[in-house]
């Protein structure tokens, strides 16, 4: 289980295949939003907890996981969780709800340095979100609307605030929300990509977490890298998740 700010994820593997999964919102109660993920998961596919060998839980609620049997830090899950899916991966954007995280990692899959802005909304779901209130549409609106700016409008802020702000007015001023979407998602990649260089960026780049969905930020991502950058089949909101069932099941064949 992967227990996030804004969304609780479970994988559940059988012989190193996923065979079931589930998202739902965290909501007030982190410590019952694992447990029921895990129950719908088990659910949709026709098992029982009994079934389930060994657990792990990861996430910022990680810790209310009482019933886990341990617990993984994000950065240990996320780069499971990516060797998994891509051995050839050697650096990872991960943008979740409430952080953004960039980690290296080596042939092995070994963690060999990362950064992690934990402490600003900036580059987050949660930014994002606030953005789509202030225009009125739905989350998956962003990306394909600054996909449809002719230019990018500068923003001079990435905190939520004051973003939020300079926002409404760049509209008050009569600039197309496409183009003022397209500088917000530019705005974003080029801080992601100051925090990326920090720890030094190598191919393949892999990008992850619910961000991740976002045809635009994607986009954003390669014109500020220079890179492609690459996004899995698999679902990227469930990476996390898909890591701590990579553990699990390696912890659990030794028990």
């Known amino acids: ?4 700010s804004l969304t609780t994820k479970s994988v559940i593997m059988d012989e190193g295949r996923v065979i079931g999964s589930r998202i739902l919102q965290t909501g ?13 998961a088990l659910d949709s596919i026709g098992l029982d907890q009994k079934d389930i060998r060994y657990t792990i839980a990861t996430g910022y609620g990680r810790i209310s996981a009482k019933y886990a049997d341990d617990t993984a830090t994000e950065i240990t899950c996320h780069t499971k969780g990516v060797f ?4 050839s991966a050697r650096t990872i954007i991960d943008m979740g709800g ?15 340095d990362f950064v992690m802005n934990d402490k600003c909304a900036a580059g987050t779901g949660r930014f994002l979100e606030v953005i789509a209130s202030v225009f009125k ?3 998956d ?16 802020s990435t905190c939520t605030v004051f973003a939020e702000s300079e926002v409404i007015s760049l509209m008050a001023r009569g600039e197309k929300p496409e183009n003022i979407l397209r500088g917000i998602h530019n705005a974003i990649s080029n801080r992601v990509a100051g925090m990326a260089f920090r720890v030094g960026v190598e191919k393949d780049i892999f990008f992850s977490g619910g961000v991740a969905k976002n045809a635009g930020m994607k986009v954003a991502l390669e014109d500020a890298f220079h890179e492609s950058i690459v996004i899995p089949e698999f679902d990227p909101q469930l990476v996390g998740a898909l890591g701590a069932a990579v553990l699990a099941r390696n912890l659990g064949s030794e028990v």
């Open 1 to 4: 289980m992967d227990i996030g």
């Open 28 to 40: 007030i109660f982190p410590e019952k939003s694992g447990m029921e993920a895990l129950q719908k």
């Open 84 to 87: 998994h899916l891509n051995p």
């Open 98 to 112: 409430q952080d953004c995280k960039v980690i290296r990692l080596d042939e092995s899959g070994n963690v060999t």
């Open 137 to 139: 549409v739905s989350l």
């Open 141 to 156: 609106d962003l990306g394909p609307m600054a996909l449809e700016g002719n230019e990018s409008v500068p923003i001079s």
